[in-house]
Protein backbone atom coordinates (compact mmCIF):
# COMPACT_ATOMS: atom_id res chain seq x y z
CA UNK A 1 0.00 0.00 0.00
CA UNK A 2 0.86 3.34 -1.15
CA UNK A 3 0.36 6.90 1.70
CA UNK A 4 0.61 10.50 0.81
CA UNK A 5 0.79 12.56 3.57
CA UNK A 6 -0.07 16.46 2.60
CA UNK A 7 1.00 19.95 4.76
CA UNK A 8 1.09 23.05 4.99
CA UNK A 9 -2.27 24.65 3.52
CA UNK A 10 -3.93 27.16 5.20
CA UNK A 11 -5.31 30.49 5.18
CA UNK A 12 -3.04 33.28 4.23
CA UNK A 13 -4.07 37.03 2.79
CA UNK A 14 -3.54 38.37 -0.83
CA UNK A 15 0.57 38.60 -1.73
CA UNK A 16 1.28 36.09 1.28
CA UNK A 17 3.11 33.12 0.98
CA UNK A 18 2.83 29.07 1.43
CA UNK A 19 4.71 26.19 1.21
CA UNK A 20 2.77 22.79 0.28
CA UNK A 21 4.85 18.94 1.43
CA UNK A 22 3.49 15.86 0.04
CA UNK A 23 5.27 12.82 1.89
CA UNK A 24 5.20 9.75 -0.61
CA UNK A 25 5.68 6.10 1.56
CA UNK A 26 4.68 2.51 1.63
CA UNK A 27 5.69 0.07 -0.91
CA UNK A 28 7.12 2.34 -3.42
CA UNK A 29 9.91 0.79 -6.07
CA UNK A 30 10.13 4.45 -7.91
CA UNK A 31 8.19 7.46 -8.87
CA UNK A 32 8.11 8.91 -11.67
CA UNK A 33 6.11 12.03 -11.75
CA UNK A 34 4.98 13.85 -8.83
CA UNK A 35 2.28 16.82 -8.87
CA UNK A 36 -0.28 19.39 -7.80
CA UNK A 37 -3.51 19.54 -8.43
CA UNK A 38 -6.39 21.75 -7.20
CA UNK A 39 -9.64 21.55 -6.80
CA UNK A 40 -12.22 24.95 -6.06
CA UNK A 41 -16.19 24.52 -5.32
CA UNK A 42 -18.10 23.76 -8.41
CA UNK A 43 -15.13 23.44 -10.47
CA UNK A 44 -12.76 20.16 -12.04
CA UNK A 45 -9.77 19.70 -10.91
CA UNK A 46 -7.08 21.00 -12.20
CA UNK A 47 -2.85 20.13 -12.96
CA UNK A 48 -1.27 23.25 -11.20
CA UNK A 49 2.12 21.64 -11.86
CA UNK A 50 4.37 18.76 -12.09
CA UNK A 51 7.93 17.78 -11.95
CA UNK A 52 9.57 14.18 -13.26
CA UNK A 53 12.10 12.40 -11.45
CA UNK A 54 14.63 13.81 -13.79
CA UNK A 55 13.12 17.37 -12.65
CA UNK A 56 11.44 18.51 -15.46
CA UNK A 57 8.83 21.16 -14.38
CA UNK A 58 5.57 22.00 -15.91
CA UNK A 59 3.58 24.95 -14.15
CA UNK A 60 -0.12 26.25 -15.63
CA UNK A 61 -0.11 29.53 -16.89
CA UNK A 62 -2.32 30.89 -13.85
CA UNK A 63 0.67 29.98 -11.36
CA UNK A 64 3.80 30.42 -13.59
CA UNK A 65 6.24 32.93 -12.16
CA UNK A 66 4.62 32.39 -8.47
CA UNK A 67 4.46 28.69 -7.71
CA UNK A 68 7.77 26.90 -7.76
CA UNK A 69 7.36 22.83 -7.63
CA UNK A 70 10.30 20.89 -6.27
CA UNK A 71 11.00 17.43 -5.08
CA UNK A 72 13.51 15.17 -2.61
CA UNK A 73 13.75 11.94 -4.37
CA UNK A 74 15.74 10.24 -1.22
CA UNK A 75 12.61 11.91 0.85
CA UNK A 76 10.05 10.83 -1.96
CA UNK A 77 8.28 14.18 -1.16
CA UNK A 78 6.96 17.08 -3.20
CA UNK A 79 6.73 20.42 -2.52
CA UNK A 80 4.88 23.55 -3.84
CA UNK A 81 6.34 27.28 -2.92
CA UNK A 82 3.05 29.63 -3.65
CA UNK A 83 4.51 32.94 -3.37
CA UNK A 84 2.00 36.38 -4.12
CA UNK A 85 -1.21 34.33 -3.70
CA UNK A 86 -4.10 35.39 -5.15
CA UNK A 87 -7.87 34.66 -3.84
CA UNK A 88 -8.25 32.49 -7.11
CA UNK A 89 -5.77 30.42 -5.65
CA UNK A 90 -7.86 29.35 -2.88
CA UNK A 91 -8.72 25.69 -3.26
CA UNK A 92 -8.62 22.32 -2.03
CA UNK A 93 -4.73 20.88 -3.19
CA UNK A 94 -4.05 17.62 -4.40
CA UNK A 95 -1.18 16.06 -4.49
CA UNK A 96 -0.54 13.13 -6.81
CA UNK A 97 2.18 11.02 -8.01
CA UNK A 98 2.63 8.32 -10.47
CA UNK A 99 4.70 5.43 -9.14
CA UNK A 100 5.82 1.77 -9.46
CA UNK A 101 5.10 -0.40 -6.36
CA UNK A 102 7.22 -2.94 -5.67
CA UNK A 103 4.58 -5.81 -5.61
CA UNK A 104 4.36 -4.98 -9.51
CA UNK A 105 6.77 -2.38 -10.81
CA UNK A 106 6.34 -3.59 -14.57
CA UNK A 107 3.43 -0.88 -14.42
CA UNK A 108 2.90 2.46 -13.32
CA UNK A 109 -0.41 3.49 -11.25
CA UNK A 110 -1.10 7.05 -9.85
CA UNK A 111 -2.21 7.63 -6.26
CA UNK A 112 -4.09 10.70 -4.68
CA UNK A 113 -3.44 12.36 -1.65
CA UNK A 114 -6.59 13.79 0.64
CA UNK A 115 -6.29 17.36 -0.06
CA UNK A 116 -5.19 20.25 1.80
CA UNK A 117 -7.42 23.54 1.84
CA UNK A 118 -5.98 26.41 0.74
CA UNK A 119 -7.72 29.66 1.37
CA UNK A 120 -6.68 33.46 0.35
CA UNK A 121 -8.29 36.00 1.90
CA UNK A 122 -8.57 39.47 -0.52
Known amino acids: QVQLVESGGGLVQAGGSLRLSCAAS????????MGWFRQAPGKQRDLVAR???????YYADSVKGRFTISRNNAKNTVYLQMNSLKPEDTAVYYC????????????????WGQGTQVTVSS
Open 96 to 111: NIVFRDFRDWTRESDY
Open 26 to 33: GSIFSINT
Open 51 to 57: ITSGGTT
